[in-house]
């Protein structure tokens, strides 16, 4: 029996309230922080995986804590599959959308094609990646390298600040590190992965449009540095015998700033991260540990900015009596989006009466893990401001539901081809 289609207004609502259940759910009270394996992450499976079972998808857990909700093909039959979603894990202190809306407007959107009485000649599945951020360990798209079969077993041995590591993390939350290797998805069997993300930029806001679709996606490289002096006493040791790790950072600091603003417009180095050791107010700062993120829409010119950065910052430590050591967490080339995928979600924005643009992503995203083993395609949602990893994070409920709206329509498109093939 069919039912009246929801409007984009009715189904933005929907999605809104969602997301707001889902932001209640965090390891620190009075803000959404929710990392990878933590007590917070346990409970939202347990909340999005009972709103995927109340809308009739089978729900599982794989060998990295990714939910996986699943519709077969109408007619059954071990079929081709359509992969959805995106991560769940948020930022420290993080907005309600990121990654989130990706997995709450798939369940929203296969909700009503099943509502509208649609048939779907292929399977779905929505996967909520638990580990996107990489903000507990520092291995970032770690769940979706495990659905492409491109997991680096280093991952298992870092360890969280509490010196827990990601494999004994896994065993606790009741995944066994073993088995990572069936966490991988066959490429032969998928017709392609869709995610549904806020833009966490300004551009669509300035070109007055609800969504866009991704062209690419930003390589990027994560790394962590630590500056190695000399600890001593704030009272006595004279200024000009100091071996200060702290001051030998933040002329790195700026360094590396002024690195990012001679480069290309899109290439940006930030170091979010900083800790001060020992850390006591009268010691001068024996040690430094710090993160490095270096991106661009291409990448020479990250992986330029990237030499010039550790020359700078081996000139600096060497000019301090300091040490420096550079080690690499995630290093991910610039990821072009699946033209077929892009054309087929701007058909379905200019469908809705909408303009539709393309853009690159300067943020990373589940997509640029999938895209190596499967055809890969994002469509992104007007960010307030452009302001993400930030709780003030927020978009209009209705741009919302128009995306949820363009990822039905865009779902349907791959079912007529699929019919036809
Ligand atoms: O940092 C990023 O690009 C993404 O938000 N994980
Ligand atoms: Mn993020
Ligand atoms: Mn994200």
């Known amino acids: 029996m069919t039912e009246t289609a929801r409007t984009p207004a009715e189904l933005g609502a929907l999605t809104q309230s969602l997301l707001d259940d889902l932001a209640l759910v965090t390891d620190e009270p009075g803000r959404v922080t929710r990392t990878y394996l933590s007590p917070a992450h346990a409970r939202s499976i347990d909340l999005v995986g009972g709103w995927m079972r109340a ?8 060998a990295v804590a990714t939910l996986r909700g699943r519709r077969d093909a109408d007619g059954g039959g071990a079929g081709r599959i359509v992969l959805l979603g995106s991560h769940i ?24 094609i099943a509502r509208r009485g649609v048939r779907l000649p292929f399977a779905v ?27 680096r077993r280093e991952w298992l041995d870092v360890r969280d600040r509490d010196g827990i590591s990601l494999a004994e ?9 073993a088995r990572i290797g069936e966490a991988a998805i066959d490429p032969a069997r998928v017709i392609g992965f869709l995610e549904v993300h806020i833009e966490q930029g300004p551009r669509l806001e300035d070109w007055g449009l609800p969504l866009g679709v991704v062209t690419s996606i930003a390589g990027q490289t994560r790394m962590g540095f630590t500056l190695e002096g000399m600890a001593g006493h704030a ?44 850390g006591a107010g009268n010691t001068v700062p024996g040690r430094v540990e710090a993160s490095l993120d270096v991106r661009a829409g291409a990448d020479a010119p990250r992986l330029v900015a990237l030499d010039r950065i550790r020359h700078q910052a081996e000139r600096i430590a060497k000019k301090r009596g300091l040490t420096v050591a550079f080690e690499r967490h ?28 393309r853009l690159p992503s300067g943020a990373g995203h589940d997509a640029m893990a999938m895209a190596r083993r499967f055809p890969a ?41 699929e019919r036809a093939r």
Not at 125 to 151: H, K, M, N, Q, W
């Open 55 to 62: 809308r009739g998808l089978t729900t599982g857990l794989d």
């Open 89 to 112: 894990d948020t930022v420290v202190d993080a907005g309600k959308l990121d990654g989130c809306l990706g997995v709450v407007a798939s369940i929203v959107a296969l909700e009503e």
């Open 125 to 151: 599945e929505i996967l909520a990646f638990g580990d996107e951020e990489g903000v507990r360990f520092p291995s970032p798209l770690s769940s979706s390298s495990a659905a492409t079969g491109t997991y």
């Open 169 to 177: 993390a896994l065993r606790a939350f009741g995944c066994d590190p």
């Open 235 to 278: 009272g006595t040791v004279p200024m000009g015998l100091r071996r200060d790790a702290f001051t030998g950072l933040a002329e790195i600091a700026l360094a590396v700033e002024r690195i990012g603003r001679e480069g290309t417009s899109d290439l940006v180095a930030t170091i979010g991260r900083v800790a001060v050791l020992p």
């Open 330 to 357: 995630v290093d991910v080339p610039t990821v072009a989006m699946d033209d077929g995928l892009q054309d087929a979600f701007a058909r379905a924005v200019l469908s809705l009466g909408l303009d539709t643009r």
């Open 377 to 417: 395609a994002m469509l992104f949602v007007r960010s307030k401001d452009g302001i993400s990893h930030n709780p003030r994070e927020w978009s209009d409920p209705l741009d919302l539901g128009l995306a949820v709206e363009a990822l039905i329509r865009t779902l349907l498109q791959l079912a007529e081809q």
